[in-house]
């Protein structure tokens, strides 16, 4: 039952914030520098992404597809459907929240690792995380613009056009400089590492520190916390088992389904934070609190899954088939180089 140390240092810099928010000239440098942060994640972002190792693993698309729409549909209708729990367990900001963590892409590191300990299929994760972060790029905005539409983010043209200049544009930026810099990024990604980590605290605290300001947290008490964790822990669950026996449903072997459902029931804290300090401007702070609960969640499940799991016998037992040999070799090929 993992607890991540980033979770507590971000914790902190909550703590930080509400003890002692940004105000003045001080909120306007934390602001510019918060955007120069998320416009360097997302362009270290495109250059460490090889398009060309991704697009070899689509041998393998059945299960890609299957993880982009569990990311990008199934979780999205179940957003959707908690609106019914306004204002009973939820409010309107924390329901907004709950919404937009629904829409970002998985994860790529955590889905690897715990596919790796529960004896999965590494070099699927790998490709479904990877395709799953590039769609995201696009698609989460989109989503946010016809799902959040002009309520509790104030998503809007703007909003958008923040997007695309901060978000879309270093990405690309960053892909059509890989070839030069590819070989630097991965020499020197432990240090990069730290710089991505220290950026997303910056956004984190540029958000609660705007959110402090405009006293948004008064919206917030016990009660609605417990709320919004047992509305998380209910999607969790119902997204784990749709991930298990919908793969099983399409009959995908015991190596491919782990991949599937460890890639397809989790969430990006790193992708989603900066997104969100985007798209909610001073609501950011409770926009981010159901991911980052989520996060801590999905990490704490799953490492018990993943524990068990690799317990399992290593041939399939209920006669499930697995996919063409030719092509899970394909995908198999293609993990290493893109770790």
Same mark, same amino acid.
């Given at each position: ?31 510019? *520098?918060?955007?120069?942060?998320? !416009? ?18 689509? =041998? ?35 329901? =907004?929240?709950?919404? /937009? ?12 690792? /715990? ?9 699927? *994760? ?25 309520? +509790?983010?104030? /998503? ?18 960053? &892909? $059509? ?12 990604? %432990? ?7 220290? @950026? ?8 609660? @520190? ?8 008064? =919206? ?7 709320? $919004? ?16 026996? +919908?793969?099983?449903?399409?009959? /995908? ?7 599937? &459902?460890? !890639? ?11 997104? !969100? +300090?985007?798209?909610? +401007? ?24 993943? %524990? ?18 030719? !092509? ?12």
């Amino acid at each position: 039952m993992p607890i991540d140390p980033y979770i507590l240092l971000l914790l902190g810099t909550v703590g930080l914030a509400a003890l002692l928010p940004a105000r003045g000239t001080a909120a306007d440098v934390a602001s510019g *520098a918060s955007t120069a942060a998320i !416009a360097f994640l997302f362009f270290l972002y495109g250059a460490r992404l090889s398009t060309r190792e991704a697009l070899a693993g689509l =041998q393998h698309w059945r299960l890609h597809v299957t993880v982009l729409a569990c990311t990008f549909v199934v979780f999205p209708l179940l957003g959707l459907a908690a609106r019914g729990l306004v204002p009973v367990l939820l409010t309107d900001p924390l329901y =907004q929240g709950l919404l /937009f963590l629904t829409l970002v892409p998985s994860t790529i590191q955590s889905s690897i690792a /715990f596919t790796s300990i529960a004896r999965g299929n590494v070099p699927a *994760a790998i490709c479904a995380g990877s395709f799953s972060s590039l769609v995201g790029i696009v698609l989460t905005p989109l989503l946010a613009a016809a799902l959040l539409g002009g309520t +509790g983010g104030g /998503f809007s043209t703007d909003s958008l056009l923040k997007i695309v200049l901060q978000l879309l544009v270093p990405f690309l930026a960053g &892909q $059509l400089l890989r070839r030069w810099i590819g070989g630097f990024v991965t020499r020197h990604k %432990k240090v990069l590492g730290l710089v991505d980590r220290g @950026s997303i605290l910056l956004v984190v605290y540029t958000a609660f @520190s705007e959110g402090m300001v405009q006293r948004v947290w008064h =919206q917030v008490n016990p009660a609605r916390l417990a709320g $919004l964790l047992a509305v998380e822990a209910v999607l969790l669950a119902v997204m784990l088992l749709l991930t298990w026996y +919908g793969a099983k449903a399409l009959r /995908f072997g015991r190596e491919d389904r782990i991949a599937i &459902q460890f !890639a397809g029931s989790k969430k990006s804290l790193a992708a989603g934070l900066p997104m !969100a +300090g985007v798209l909610f +401007g001073a609501h950011a702070s409770l926009a981010v609190l159901p991911l980052m609960l989520f996060h801590q969640m999905q990490l704490m499940v799953c490492a018990v899954i993943a %524990k068990r799991r690799s317990h399992d016998p290593v041939d399939d037992t209920d006669g499930i088939t697995p996919p063409p040999a030719a !092509a899970s070799r394909t995908s198999a090929g293609t993990g290493p180089r893109s770790g």
